[in-house]
């Protein structure tokens, strides 16, 4: 295959900015795309932490401000694995204190369709007719909502343009804002219809993706099938059963060498798959740090995760003093809802013994909590695709998973048949439900309790393949497809 020129457009990246997958996913695709030959660029907007962390330079492009957004600048600086990063400066969208997304309190910055129109919009122009620079990509891949505009910008702009894919990481986030956007963002008031970008009455940035996109792509192949009805396509169903020709589900990969318990410098005593005893000192170590008694029979639960009820995290609070009767023990590390963080604390003040939850964001803690846990939890209502079941199983931490998304599509549920012939990596239920969720995490405790059994299912887990490759060389054949339709093998 003949490399490409790819720009791959989205509002995080790691370890840059990060609210979740999406960063994690920025890094590890655009890495692979590179080590399979590709030529990529990430374009990524210059908050106050990726200032911080990227390489200063000048810019190498002043964009002039146009009728309806400010003047920026970009900047050319290397992520760590090595992809360089096209930086989208524009002080009065980026630079402030907060998040991507909101301010410090959790409230959405109320200037965000300007601020993600801006990104889009720069965008399309790197990947139009109007591109004045040396490089100009072949295909044009958007993340999401905050990147969803671009194709839409090209399509209104008519002339030549790089191929476009839009890739679904969240449908329950779509970019929504009052039809007053439109004119301000500079979109035609044709645009505002019902094939078009028009959302029961309001401004929907993910339709530009989904409606003028040449492909759509989620992040795995069950949730794609999911996302055609309701209630998983939110209200976009329709459209997406209607493109599904265009519509593809490709699995996410993770970063083997950041989640490798072999190396892993953040966790207390590092192993693999034949010195599987020397995880228990990572339960000890977690068990300290979070001041839990030891109980080296109880199994311990880990979660690491946003507390949302997209994640399921109210199962869990309905049944946690079942399960921690069984007995067992629970550690949860999140961020989110402030309901749920405070359902989740007072569980841990009411069962110190048992439950210790840490609110806040901790890279070293997940890592540890991976190591040191004996299955890990995720009774997700929706998961796109999840990366923490794949971490988990590569720390011969079982997953207890909800099977839907990528969760069905990446673990292997314990059935005696699988049992059998030794492919089970983990726990699959189906419901729901906070009892279906007890049911699940009763039967991998009794199966924790066959030693035997149990190391082989960590082992099936440590030894499944979750790099980046196979993902690459599947984006990588459906960008040769829509660059040259018809000759993908080239
Ligand atoms: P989502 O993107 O929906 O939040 P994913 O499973 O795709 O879910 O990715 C979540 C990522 O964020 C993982 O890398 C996970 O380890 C990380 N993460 C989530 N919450 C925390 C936290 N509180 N501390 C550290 N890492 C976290
Ligand atoms: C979203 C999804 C998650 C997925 C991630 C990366 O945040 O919620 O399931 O793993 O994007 O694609």
Same mark, same amino acid.
């Given at each position: 295959m003949s490399p490409l020129r790819i720009l791959f457009a989205t509002s995080e990246c790691a370890p840059w900015a990060k609210t979740g997958g999406l960063a994690d996913v920025s890094a590890g695709l655009t890495a692979a795309?590179?080590?399979?030959?590709?030529?990529?660029?990430?374009?990524? =907007?210059?908050? =106050?932490s990726v200032r911080a962390q990227a390489e200063q330079r000048p810019?190498? !492009?002043? /964009?002039?401000?146009? $009728?309806?957004?400010?003047? @920026?600048?970009?900047?050319? +600086?290397?992520?760590?694995?090595?992809?360089?990063? !096209? *930086?989208?400066s524009c002080p009065e969208f980026y630079e402030r204190a907060g998040g991507p997304y909101q301010?410090?309190?959790?409230?959405?910055?109320?200037?965000? $369709? #300007?601020?993600?129109?801006?990104?889009? #919009?720069v965008a399309a122009l790197l990947a139009g007719a109007a591109n004045p620079l040396d490089w100009r990509p072949q295909v044009l891949h958007c993340n999401d909502w905050q990147t969803a505009l671009a194709p839409a910008y090209l399509r209104f702009a008519g002339g030549a343009r790089a191929a476009t894919v839009m890739t679904i990481h969240n449908l329950a986030f779509q970019g929504l804002f009052p039809p007053e956007e439109v004119a301000r963002l500079g979109l035609p008031p044709a645009s505002f219809a019902i094939d078009?970008?028009?959302?029961?009455?309001?401004?929907?940035? *993910?339709?530009?993706?989904?409606?003028?996109?040449? $492909? /759509?792509?989620?992040?795995?192949?069950?949730?794609a099938r999911e996302i055609q009805r309701e209630p998983l396509g939110f209200g976009l169903h329709g459209l997406l059963a209607a493109r599904r020709a265009?519509?593809?589900?490709i699995a996410n990969g993770i970063d083997l060498a950041a989640w490798d318990p072999s190396t892993d410098r953040l966790i207390a005593q590092r192993y693999d798959a034949d010195r599987l005893t020397a995880k228990a000192f990572n339960k000890e170590a977690l068990q300290e740090r979070l001041g839990l008694p030891r109980e080296p029979r109880a199994p311990l639960l880990g979660m690491v995760s946003r507390l949302t009820r997209q994640k399921g995290i109210d199962l869990v609070v309905e049944v946690a003093r079942e399960i921690v009767g069984l007995p067992a023990q629970l550690v949860v590390l999140g961020a989110g809802e402030r309901d749920l963080e405070a359902q989740l604390e007072e569980l841990a003040r009411a069962n110190a013994q048992r439950i210790a939850v840490r609110i806040g964001y901790d890279e070293p803690l997940a890592h540890l909590i991976? +190591?040191? +846990?004996?299955?890990?939890? &995720? =009774?997700? #209502?929706?998961?796109? @695709?999840?990366?923490?079941? &794949?971490?988990?199983? #590569?720390y011969g931490t079982p997953p207890i998973a909800r099977a839907t998304g990528g969760l069905a599509d990446t673990i292997v549920d314990a059935t005696p048949q699988?049992?059998?012939?030794?492919?089970?990596?983990?726990?699959?239920?189906?419901?729901?439900?906070?009892?279906?969720l007890l049911a699940a995490v009763e039967r991998a405790a009794e199966l924790y309790r066959d030693a035997k059994a149990w190391r082989q299912i960590?082992?099936?887990?440590? $030894?499944?393949?979750?790099?980046?490759?196979?993902a690459a060389q599947r984006y990588a054949a459906l960008y040769a497809d829509l660059v040259r339709p018809g000759d993908a093998d080239d």
């Open positions: 795309l590179v080590a399979l030959g590709h030529d990529v660029r990430v374009l990524l =907007p210059a908050y =106050p810019p190498f !492009w002043e /964009i002039p401000a146009s $009728a309806h957004f400010p003047a @920026c600048a970009l900047h050319q +600086a290397p992520l760590p694995g090595g992809v360089p990063a !096209w *930086l989208v301010d410090g309190d959790g409230n959405d910055w109320p200037d965000n $369709a #300007r601020r993600f129109g801006q990104l889009a #919009r078009g970008l028009e959302f029961w009455g309001r401004l929907s940035f *993910l339709k530009g993706g989904l409606q003028y996109a040449d $492909a /759509i792509t989620t992040v795995s192949p069950t949730y265009a519509l593809h589900g991976e +190591a040191g +846990a004996d299955a890990f939890l &995720m =009774p997700s #209502r929706f998961e796109p @695709c999840g990366l923490n079941q &794949m971490y988990s199983q #590569r699988s049992i059998a012939d030794g492919t089970a990596t983990g726990f699959h239920f189906a419901e729901e439900s906070p009892l279906a960590q082992r099936a887990g440590m $030894a499944a393949d979750f790099g980046w490759g196979a």
